[in-house]
């Protein structure tokens, strides 16, 4: 079983920055993908980013691509989303999820971390 602990978000202002953490724990040698989700008030969850851990291939959702940069750190397995020209419609929760082998969905997920863009 993996354990996902997010930190990081909190109140910023539009146009800032701002950056979340997300460190895996327990099983974390089946990890192959961790990425990033949002969920809004009121709307569906809906992916942000998403790295491979060993291949370091990168996707992102078409409405943060150039703001948004996720990363990885693999000895404390961590990866962040560094979030830059944030904009009031960024404001969401902040979900990290990991696809563990063999399963092809995110299956383990964190408690979410809130991000709140003020115009």
């Known amino acids: 079983q993996v354990q996902l602990v997010e930190s990081g978000g909190g109140l910023v202002q539009a146009g800032g920055s701002t950056r979340l953490s997300c460190t895996a724990s327990?099983?974390?040698?089946?990890?192959?993908?961790m990425g990033w989700f949002r969920q809004a008030p009121g709307k569906d969850r809906e992916f942000v980013a998403a790295?491979?851990?060993?291949?370091?291939?990168?996707r992102y959702a078409d409405s943060v691509k150039g703001r948004f940069t996720i990363s990885r750190e693999n000895v404390q397995r961590t990866i962040y989303l560094q979030m830059m020209s944030l904009k009031p419609e960024d404001t969401a929760v902040y979900f990290c999820?990991?696809?563990?082998?063999?399963?092809?969905?995110?299956?383990?997920w964190g408690r979410g971390t809130q991000v709140t863009v003020s115009s």
């Open positions: 999820a990991a696809k563990i082998h063999p399963q092809a969905e995110f299956g383990s």
């Open positions: 327990g099983r974390t040698d089946n990890i192959f993908v």
């Open positions: 790295i491979h851990w060993s291949a370091g291939n990168i």
